[in-house]
């Protein structure tokens, strides 16, 4: 008796130990993720003076993921989007940020949009160690992964654009005897522009600015200033509403350069929205860099899947759209490369070794590293059709990197083929 | 230690924060007699600093527990009503005076000048309340004013030795507490005298000393005088009354032009003025929310007339940036008022206690090679950078500003080089080293306009770094933690329907006392943040310690997120 009453007790306390033991996991799983879930957030302008096009993109990603959890998830779990509308106002950035984190728990914050926006959050998304996975702004400071190491830019930052510029009208026969102006916005946008310029080595015959918000009224002095200097190739580095008072002011004043405006100022859809008729004369032949399968090519692999999931989910087709779905294609495939047991550890670090081997829309190689979080390298040269739609023009893509040194290169890069059904 | 006192009636303890002390009366300090339940008594301390009157107010029935207060920093030199009224200082602890010399220049003889009167508790409804919950109340006035830190430290201790030696029977324990500078005093007292104080409640406590109080306004006021106000004189003011009168002008062309800022777009230096100050706060480190204006809510107009036609119509704020620029310009203005008031008295004292001769500098701050530029954060110049960049009074502002900044680097002329001897007297004025000794609460607002809430997190993290260093079997639970109130989620600014501004009224009552404003709380916050000291100090456990930290947690405008942190102060020194 007294042997078996020790076995008993013996037996009694491994048992107790086991169910201790199976209590507390391996390894304690990180907020905003369960067996079936993954909640990840994102702040955005839905409402507001910034949020034509912009607030297409939460919604086509939410569209996205709605068809991956369809398809059973990513590795057993579905992802729940949580968006903010933060109104493109800094202080709502925050406000939602601190909601996502505290209210809503998020395993990672996916494709925060703006500037301003994500400059009032992202120190403190780095130091409570929260993936900020794919920032939408080219802001050139986030590519920064020694002191951002939980940030992840997705697009090729403002510096490799205008270097990307640099070289294309320096190579290019028909622009680089021209008489080049640069008009840009004041502040980030804008000194990324003259640094990136400055190691392309372009020079200007004269520079003007403007600055966030004055496009409500016509650039008059701006476009006389540009005249006054014989300006024949007018680069211009600012955001859409300005590219449509741009395009607008100066074809009233009769003034016709050739046009290079940077890609987030090009949007077809909100220029024909603003310009409505004359869009098609005014936008035909201006040159604007991408980084995507052009958005009308309905017989590439990729834009026609993304079409398929979007005329699904009701939304309209315009490049938003477009992008929204690709980065989430491509956050999906980085989910699924973290593994079943998802932590934020583990997302980092399948970003930073599997990056090369994601697939999406993009033309250009991704670098994503232990000690790069760049993102998208480069672009290829576009150009506005008699549709307003935005024609490849080369076929060769050029890289450069965030560094206010280097310039452009060419780059061959072939992008690999879509994953079966677009699923990661 | 000698000792005065005078006693007074239970009657007087509705009122005690309006208590005028009268001649002391002269007592030996072997006559310590205890201060009987429901009374007030008064009487002077005095050390070696000079002497400090102190209160005591008994409740009716004593809980065991004294707690010891110590005010916050007072104008040590009289202020005209012309200013004082605007800086706030026409409170119970100045008292109005007649200073004929101020009629010629500010066009009346009225003048304020601080007391050295005691406190007991930061407000009359805190106070009662506590008296109610059987808490003992005391407080010592400081010998002199200003930043008066070393005065204070010895006031309290000398007050806490008055209480020991029998001044209040059956104490069981004695915690200090204190608002701003005197938070810096209460976790000094705290630090140097452990085995007699059980706890320290350290509140808006400009924590790190005075050097990064006076870095923050030298920022700002450099930044004033190169593009706003060149006339400014700044800093090493004339001694004796030559120099007062120099402060007192800065401060008047300072209150001057921000009070005329909404129609001067221009600076008399010829930069955008609200782009200017907008730079010099940032890169102080001062909030970009105040009471009236959110940081966050534009004029409604805009949503219904359109930004242009609200621009046309002159209705304001256009934007968050925009609101963040307008609160900027009430928050500089107390920024001011203590780098040069402070600043003034400051470098007098320095002058007394280091016998620098009038031919040579008091100036104790150095910022002969600061880079401005680099105390523009990169998520600031982000941010801002929009707002920063809003105006076509000059081209391409924001950097053009910053360039006009550094552009001054390395001149002694145009910056200003500190006295050596001025520094080392004024970073050897008392100050808490933030060892761990003793339970320690710290409560500030997330957007102190004078004390930046990094102060707080600063002090914090070296509270930590102490405490980890001490032997593990020997120093038992950490018991301390930082708390920030905070403002409405939502915002604050309101508006009248049609209104081109917001009502002022309106807003500051729907802020509600919290988050926003130096020692601005409610009294529900200072008080559970009393109780959560006391919880604190009396946990046997861990679990007890997180328990009165929850307690704090769970007051309403007490940021419940752990993780937060307020912005770093700046740090000038590094950016050379």
Known sequence: MRFKFATGTVALGTAAALAFATAIPAQAADPGVTSNKIVIGTTTPLTGPAAPGYKDIPVAAKAYFDYVNANGGINGRKVDLKVFDDQYNPALAKKGTSQLILRDKIFAMYGALGTPTHSAVVQDLNRRGIPDVFVNTGGASFDNAKKYPMTFPYFPSYVVESKVMGYYMAKDPALKSKTKCLFYQDGEFGDNAKAGFKAAGTTFATTTSYYSGQQVAPFSAQISKLKSAGCELVVFFGVTSATAQLLGTAAKSGFAPTWMITSVGSDPSVLKGTLGAAAGPLLKGIYTPSFLVPAQDSKNAYVSQMQVIAKRAGLEWNFYTYYGINTAYVLAQALKAAGKNLTRKGLVKALETNARNFRSAAVVPMVINSKSHQGLTGYYMGQYNASSEIDRLTKYVMVATSSSSGKAKQAAFRPASPTKKLLP | ?576
């Open chain 2, 1 to 576: 230690m000698k000792l005065t006192f005078m006693r007074r009636g239970v009657a007087a303890v509705a009122a005690a924060s309006l208590i005028t002390i009268g001649a002391p009366v002269v007592a030996s300090a072997s006559a310590v007699e205890a201060c009987a339940p429901g009374t007030i008594c008064e009487g002077a301390l005095s050390g070696s600093l000079g002497d400090s009157p102190f209160q005591i107010v008994m409740p009716e029935k004593f809980n065991g527990t004294v707690l010891v207060y110590s005010h916050g920093y007072r104008v040590s030199t009289p202020i005209p009503a012309a200013l004082a009224v605007p800086l706030g200082l026409n409170t119970n602890a100045y008292k109005p005076i007649s200073y004929p010399a101020f009629a010629p220049s500010f066009g009346s003889s009225v003048a304020y000048q601080a007391s050295n009167e005691a406190d007991v508790a930061p407000s009359k409804v805190v106070a009662e309340n506590l008296l109610t919950q059987g808490y003992a109340l005391a407080g010592a006035g400081y010998a002199r004013q200003g930043w008066a830190a070393n005065e204070g430290v010895e006031a309290g201790q000398n007050l806490i030795g008055y209480i020991n030696s029998g001044a209040i029977a059956k104490t069981k324990k004695i915690m200090v507490w204190g608002d701003s500078l005197g938070g810096l005093i209460s976790s000094t007292i705290a630090e140097r005298n452990p085995n007699k104080v059980a706890g320290v409640l350290s509140s808006c406590g400009v924590e790190e000393g005075p050097m990064p109080a006076f870095n923050t306004a030298m920022t700002v006021l450099q930044t004033w005088k190169t593009l706003i106000a060149p006339n400014l004189k700044v800093a090493n003011y004339t001694a004796g009354a030559v120099g007062y009168g120099e402060a007192l002008g800065d401060l008047a062309t300072v209150l001057t032009l921000l009070g005329g800022a909404a129609t001067t777009p221009v600076t008399p230096a010829g930069y955008p003025f609200p782009q200017a100050n907008l730079l010099a706060g940032l890169m102080a480190g001062l909030p970009t929310k105040s009471s009236v204006y959110d940081g966050q809510t534009r004029n409604p107009a805009f949503a219904s007339l359109g930004t242009l036609g609200a621009l046309v119509g002159g209705f304001q704020p256009a934007s968050a940036g925009a609101s963040s620029a307008v609160a900027m310009l009430q928050n500089v203005g107390a920024a001011a008022a203590l780098g040069i008031l402070g600043r003034y008295e400051m470098e007098m004292k320095v002058r007394q206690i280091g016998q620098i001769p009038p031919n040579e500098s008091a100036n104790f701050t150095d910022n002969v090679n600061v880079r401005y530029s680099k105390l523009l954060s990169p998520e600031q110049r982000g941010e801002f950078g929009d707002t920063l960049n809003a105006t076509t009074v000059i081209s391409n502002p924001l950097n053009a500003m910053l360039g006009t900044l550094d552009s001054t680097r390395g001149s002694t002329t145009a910056r200003f080089p500190a006295n050596p001897k001025a520094v080392a007297i004024v970073e050897g004025l008392a100050a808490p080293k933030g060892t761990y000794k003793v339970p320690t609460l710290m409560i500030t607002t997330t957007y102190d306009t004078v004390v930046p809430a990094g102060n707080t997190s600063a002090f914090m993290n070296k509270l930590t770094a102490s405490y980890k260093k001490q032997n593990k079997a020997k120093r038992g639970n950490f018991k301390a933690a930082a708390f920030y109130t905070i403002p409405p989620a939502d915002g604050w600014t309101k508006f009248d329907p049609g209104a081109k501004a917001p009502n002022s009224a309106l807003s500051v009552a729907a802020l509600g006392n919290s988050g926003v404003g130096h020692c601005v709380y409610t009294p529900e916050q200072t008080l559970n943040a009393v109780a959560a000291l006391s919880k604190m100090v009396n946990a046997k456990s861990a679990q007890k310690v997180v328990a009165a930290k929850r307690f704090l947690y769970a007051t309403p405008g007490v940021n419940k997120d752990r993780l937060f942190k307020p912005d770093a102060l700046k740090q000038p020194s590094k950016t050379q």
